[in-house]
């Protein structure tokens, strides 16, 4: 999946710990997979790897680093440095919700990507990969400033793609057996 989004060069590991969520990535290039993740099956895991594969290859951490500069009014050169852009948001909720809506659209970007990647790479419908490992995580996401929207409403908005992510599977299943 790393391959068909153009990003060979990203990294996995894995973690023991289950503090942060089953999967997340970091800049530039890192995706950390936690034991709840690798207990998935095939197609859940896909679609979970494939939306950070998916922040990965859109260069989510740089718009995020970007657009922190930005909207709290610094100069253009103020900081060649992701980490220190990111520092901006700490205790700032005023900050985080100027935000929101672009983590909003990030996240549906990732789950649009993570639906078509794995599709396309190992045959997964919607129904077979985002839905049930989106319906497990009901009650997450959320609240003033949240990067997720509610689950259901992620669930809502991928169904849209459903009929693309049901073809490319198709597809896959015949061009591979
Ligand atoms: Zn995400």
């Known amino acids: 999946m790393a391959d068909l989004a153009g990003r060979s060069d990203i990294r996995f590991l894995a973690t023991v710990s289950e503090d942060k969520e089953s999967a997340y990535s970091y800049a530039p290039n890192v995706i950390i997979l936690a034991p709840s993740a690798l207990r998935l099956n095939t197609c859940q895991l896909a679609f979970v790897v494939g939306h950070e594969i998916g922040h990965i290859a859109q260069r989510h951490f740089d718009e995020d680093a970007r657009l922190l500069s930005v909207v709290s009014g610094k100069g253009a050169s103020w900081t060649g440095n992701g980490d220190r852009a990111m520092s901006l948001l700490d205790g700032n909720i005023a900050l985080a919700i100027k935000l929101s809506q672009h983590w909003q659209r990030?996240?549906?970007e990732a789950d649009w990507l993570g639906?078509?990647?794995?599709?396309?790479?190992y045959g997964c419908t919607l129904d077979e990969g985002a839905v049930p490992y989106l319906q497990a995580?009901?009650?997450?996401?959320?609240?003033?400033?949240a990067a997720h929207e509610p689950s259901a409403a992620r669930v809502r908005w991928l169904k849209a793609f459903a009929?693309?992510?049901?073809?490319?599977?198709?597809?896959s299943y015949y061009l591979d057996n």
């Open 137 to 145: 995580a009901a009650g997450d996401g959320g609240g003033i400033g």
């Open 106 to 108: 990030q996240e549906r």
């Open 163 to 171: 009929e693309s992510a049901r073809r490319l599977a198709f597809q």
């Open 115 to 121: 639906a078509l990647l794995s599709a396309e790479a």
